[in-house]
């Protein structure tokens, strides 16, 4: 079975520009989540998709969005990006519907603005 | 506000020798579960361990185990018999159990193992 992808792995954006990152779920799993990783704030939750519905949100700015499709494939978008917003940026999913925190990560989205 | 902490950034020891990992955390849950993730360089997360915290029996994993004490709230893991494979960024992760899937992660400890 294949593992949780993200796409791109790298890219490279100049300030003020905006960026969608992919997520393609393990095959069942219907709970997309995602989270930041920077040097600096380590680790922070961005958003978390259950069947299309977005059920839960961290604590960043509008700027950051996120969507989730019918086949549990799942975007997010980053407009207007700063300097700060280079990260790693985490997906993750699992395959239930209640919280178990049990997340299988995909190998992440290498994002920096210049 | 619930709040993770591992107060050891960086650890190094022997291969074959036996390393525990400190976590701290701070909730007002009573039912919740604790992770130990891991991060090799390659940068993919895995699940080392689970616990869940009505369970007062530690978790094991293989050389994985967990020292849990939900008065103390502290949750460390323990690696017996380390191995080169074992060096990664080990992050502890806490959950309550009612709402969305969302993790609060600890800063992380980075652990090498040396030959």
């Known amino acids: 079975k294949a593992g949780v992808t993200q796409t791109p792995r790298y890219l490279i954006k100049t300030r003020g520009q905006q960026v969608t990152l992919s997520c393609s779920p393990i095959?069942?799993?219907?709970?997309v989540s995602w989270y930041q990783q920077t040097p600096g704030q380590g680790l922070q939750f961005l958003f978390e998709?259950?069947?299309?519905?977005?059920?839960n949100k961290g604590n960043f700015p509008g700027r950051f969005s996120g969507r989730q499709f019918s086949n549990s494939r799942s975007e997010m978008n980053v407009s207007t990006l700063e300097l700060g917003d280079s990260a790693l940026y985490l997906c993750?999913?699992?395959?239930?519907?209640?919280?178990?925190?049990?997340?299988?990560f995909g190998e992440g989205s290498r994002l920096t603005v210049l | 506000a619930q709040t993770v902490t591992q107060s050891q950034p960086e650890m190094s020891v022997q291969e074959a020798e036996t390393v525990t990992l400190s976590c701290t955390y701070d909730?007002?849950?009573?039912?919740?579960?604790l992770f130990w993730y891991k991060q090799p360089p390659s940068r993919q997360m895995i699940l080392v361990i689970r616990?869940?915290?009505?369970?007062?029996q530690n978790a094991t994993e293989n050389r994985f185990s967990v020292n849990f004490q939900k008065a103390a709230k502290s949750f460390s893991l323990k690696i017996s018999d380390s191995q080169l494979g074992d060096t990664a960024m080990y992050f502890c992760?806490?959950?309550?159990?009612?709402?969305?899937?969302?993790?609060?992660f600890g800063q992380g400890t980075r652990l090498t193992i040396n030959p």
């Open positions: 909730t007002s849950e009573n039912n919740y579960y």
């Open positions: 993750a999913s699992s395959l239930a519907a209640l919280n178990t925190g049990e997340l299988f």
């Open positions: 998709y259950f069947s299309e519905t977005q059920r």
């Open positions: 992760a806490f959950t309550p159990y009612q709402g969305a899937q969302k993790l609060v």
């Open positions: 616990q869940e915290a009505y369970k007062q």
């Open positions: 095959s069942g799993h219907r709970s």
